[in-house]
């Protein structure tokens, strides 16, 4: 019979959430815990990603746990190696590594009713059990490339930004970007420096506002790390420009007209009157559209060697590309910056109560509730689910916020002795329903937004509707009570 003082937990995935998740439970006196990783290093997608130019794209000192503030990073947008290293410095001074599995890939997870335990199986033939499963997979790993024939005929060097191919020297090169938006809008200008020439292909226009990167002198660093309030002060500026966000997604909010016309003037700043002002114009709602930032995109677009192409890719040929209208565009190498499989719950196969598998049970329409929990799979919890992020607060916050409701109710699970926890199926309904009426308040959740952030059946299942006020009170109001309890 298990020890349910001590229950043993999985986390699935060593990137933020399971760093978070792991740092938690030690706080809360749970250790019986391993956090399995498929790659060879901890990160997540700071180390799966090393494309040219690769950044994040909110403020540093946003990015951060709260609790492991980081005065060394050396500009206000961090790099990827820089981003990298912090995560697996944290993971030491957590004290997580002896926890911490890596080269596991994990593929099944399946529930067992009677024995009230998860047993997982990894690619290797391992086989593990567990009395809680925390998914913390990210978002930004499997890649969506476009659905065109010919893409397996192209004779050249192609790719995703996601696995980058250092092999290949670009320099000199005919190039074909195929997409212009988040990772794009990074890697272009670094492409543009060496390829004889760069078309970037662009759908839709972003809007982007520029980066303003600076970097910091070691005198401020010095500052930083000697007077912590000085450093929370920058954090909270930050943490006050990104909540603004929010509000310029509010479709009738004027903060929404107010981020357009920035964004426009920053487009007529660099581009002369003409098509190619006309090209990168959105013409969506603010939000719509992942908001972007960058110095160099624009003026990358006006580099003698590059052009930008508004259109869609229709097709992929041995020598490469077709648009939609009928353009035949040559290539030595394709790279797809074509985004992500967000939710993609088949990465692994879960099977809960009564043979139900993860990827039926959320169809076309992922939910959640809260952002963490699924009725008719026990003990199994989500570091950040469908509808599990706030777009007006960085990413860590929310997935600290969730990480502190999993763990509070696994010591509450601890504290009655209970095996299992599951969703109350009404709770969850009713919660669902709630935010059914609140996305078409949103750009991002309006019936006549086309992004990732809504997907095929019409449902955006990424963001919660609401800023984080609102999503906090939510958590705060919960607990076991909203769980069935064994």
Known sequence: MPDRSSPRIAIIGAGPSGLATGHDLLEKNFSNFTIFETAPKVGGTWHLHSYPGLACDVWAHSYTFSYAPNPDWTANFAEQSEIEAYLQRCATEFGLDPHIRTNTRVVRVEFDESAAEWTLESESGESFTFDVVISAMGNQHTPLFPSVPGMDSFEGESWHATRWNHDVKLAGKRIVIVGSAASAVQIVPEVAKE?????????????????????????KRRLFRLFPPYLRAIQRGQRFLMSLVHDAATLGHKRMDDFEKRAVKYIHGVF??????????????????????SDDFYPALLRDNVELVSTALAEVTPTGIVTREGREIEADVIIYCTGYRILDFDRFEVIGRNGLSMIDAMGDSPQAHKGIAKPDFPNYFFAVGPNGLVLNVPYFTTLERN????????????????????????????????????????????????????????????????????????????????????
């Open 403 to 486: 990480v502190a409701s999993i763990v509070d109710l696994l010591v509450q699970m601890r504290e009655e002795g209970a095996r299992t926890l599951e969703v109350r199926r009404e709770l969850y309904d009713e919660y669902n329903a709630w935010m059914d009426t609140q996305f078409e308040l949103y750009s991002w959740g309006s019936a006549s937004c086309t992004s990732y952030y809504r997907n095929a059946a019409g449902r955006a299942p990424f963001l919660f509707p609401g800023n984080f006020k609102a999503y906090e009170k939510f958590h705060r109001e919960g607990g076991i009570h909203e769980f069935l309890t064994t």
């Open 195 to 219: 390829a004889g020439h760069l078309t970037v292909l662009q759908r839709s226009p972003n809007w982007i506002m520029p980066r303003g990167r600076k970097f910091y002198s070691e005198t």
């Open 272 to 293: 002369p009157e003409g098509e190619l002002r006309e090209a990168v114009t959105p013409d969506t709602h603010y939000g719509c559209l992942r908001g972007l930032v």
